[in-house]
Structures are given as structure tokens and as C-alpha cells.
């Protein structure tokens, strides 16, 4: 590892909320622990070139089972959010001690006298039947049920999977595919342009990757050859709407 290669990991580290103790480094990367003191000579050395206060990094809290118990109680009086993601995020110490101490975050949850069942996401295990089912439900409940509508969900997913497509999984359910197609008049190139106008009025992002919504990029390259050509007829600089995304 080089030097920018190991001021870039600490930081990365600082930046998930990671310990950037001696012990936590040498515990979680040995590589980058070996590399930190090669390069640098010393610890602290090592945490001021990143631009942090060594005695900051060693003020860390030194876990137990019975200290994570309480930590994971404590935040649950609180009302903090304690799904397992949350917890790597906000507490990213405390989900590396249970994760030491316990078999899972669920057990570490049940230890604290927490229902796991609140704070785990359980996704049902699909089968053609609840595929059926659940479509048929979000029929009587008067949800969308073309596929752009439902967008990449866990039944979506799961009925192109066991039925091919959605389409297939639609007909198996009862219902004819093209009730529920969407169909969008075709753009022409005086609408493109006033609808490319209006986003760079309202800040909405422009860049290929991140406009909304994605089926315009499509037309824009039929009737222009390109998105940034699509962009330059509107009086936009393309140059310039990647810019402010690279600085966003």
C-alpha cells in the first residue's frame, strides 16, 4: 500500500464511523496497520497526516456483552432506530462488538429485551401461489400494476423468476397485460427540448445517469443522435451540466 492508498482507508474508516484506534485497525486490517506504521513511523503520526487529533481516535469505548446490552437498551428507550444497517451507520462500534459477542443482531436484540421481529426485514419466500395472490391483492387494492409502477420490488422480481416474465405472471394471475400497459403518446422534438428547459429551470439533474424520468433518453437520442446534443439544442452546455454533477 502506498501513502495515499493508507490516507484514503483511514479516511474511509472515519467515514462509516469506524474506530481508528492501535487495537481496532490491527483487529479489523492488519495490511493497513502494518502499512500505517511503515509509512509513518508512529500511530499518531499516521492520524495527523489525515488531519486527525490522535487523542480523539483513542477516546473509544471499551465494549462488553453486558455494555452492548445496555447501549442496545439505551438506544431503545431513546427511540433510535435499530435495524442492523441504521446500526452500522450511526453506531458502527457497537454493531462490531455484538457482532463479537452474539451469534446476530437479532439475538443481540432479544439479550436487550428488544423483539427482533420489530427491527428485522423479513422478505416472504415466494412461491407461484403468493405470487398470484399478492397480485391479485394489489388489484383490489387499486394499485398500478404495470411493471414500471411497481419498479424492481421483491414480488417483481420474484414473478419475472418463477413465471419468465410479468407479463406471464399477470395472465396467471387473471389479468390481461395490456389493461395495465401504459402506453406514453411519442415525444417529438419541440416537447423534448421544453421539458429539457423546464428541468434546467426547476434544478432537476440533466446528466445522462440521474435524469428522471429515465425512459426520456431514449427519444432524446433517436431525435437528437445524443444526449448532449439533445441538451445543446435546448441552449444547455454539457460540459457544464456534468461539472455540477462531479461537484454535487
Given at each position: ?10 479516511l474511509a474508516r472515519e467515514a462509516r464511523g469506524l474506530p481508528l484506534n492501535h487495537a481496532a485497525v490491527l483487529r479489523d486490517d ?49 427511540g433510535r432506530p435499530l435495524n442492523v444497517r441504521a446500526i452500522q451507520v450511526s453506531e458502527a462500534t457497537l454493531a462490531s462488538a ?108 440533466l446528466n445522462a445517469r440521474d435524469v428522471r424520468p429515465n425512459h426520456i433518453r431514449r427519444p432524446a437520442c433517436r431525435l437528437f ?24
Amino acid at each position: 500500500m502506498s501513502k495515499a492508498d493508507v490516507l484514503k482507508a483511514f479516511l474511509a474508516r472515519e467515514a462509516r464511523g469506524l474506530p481508528l484506534n492501535h487495537a481496532a485497525v490491527l483487529r479489523d486490517d492488519r495490511r493497513l496497520h502494518a502499512a500505517a506504521l511503515r509509512i509513518f513511523g508512529q500511530w499518531d503520526h499516521a492520524m495527523q497526516a489525515c488531519g486527525i487529533t490522535p487523542s480523539r481516535v483513542r477516546c473509544h469505548r471499551r465494549w462488553s456483552r453486558q455494555r452492548v446490552i445496555e447501549r442496545i437498551a439505551e438506544l431503545a428507550s431513546l427511540g433510535r432506530p435499530l435495524n442492523v444497517r441504521a446500526i452500522q451507520v450511526s453506531e458502527a462500534t457497537l454493531a462490531s462488538a455484538a457482532d463479537r459477542y452474539f451469534d446476530s443482531w437479532a439475538d443481540a436484540l432479544a439479550a436487550a429485551g428488544v423483539d427482533p421481529s420489530l427491527w428485522m426485514l423479513r422478505v416472504p419466500t415466494w412461491t407461484p401461489q403468493r405470487v398470484v395472490q399478492a397480485i391479485q391483492r394489489l388489484q383490489r387494492d387499486g394499485t398500478r400494476l404495470n411493471h414500471a409502477a411497481l419498479a424492481r420490488n421483491s414480488l417483481s422480481q420474484a414473478a419475472v423468476k418463477i413465471f419468465g416474465s410479468w407479463d406471464a405472471a399477470l395472465r396467471e394471475a387473471g389479468i390481461d397485460p395490456e389493461t395495465v400497459r401504459v402506453y406514453r403518446k411519442p415525444w417529438t422534438a419541440e416537447e423534448l427540448i421544453a421539458e429539457l428547459r423546464r428541468k434546467h429551470e426547476c434544478d432537476e439533474p440533466l446528466n445522462a445517469r440521474d435524469v428522471r424520468p429515465n425512459h426520456i433518453r431514449r427519444p432524446a437520442c433517436r431525435l437528437f443522435g445524443s444526449w448532449d446534443a439533445a441538451l445543446a439544442a435546448a441552449g444547455l452546455d454539457p460540459a457544464t451540466i456534468r461539472g455540477n454533477t462531479r461537484r454535487g
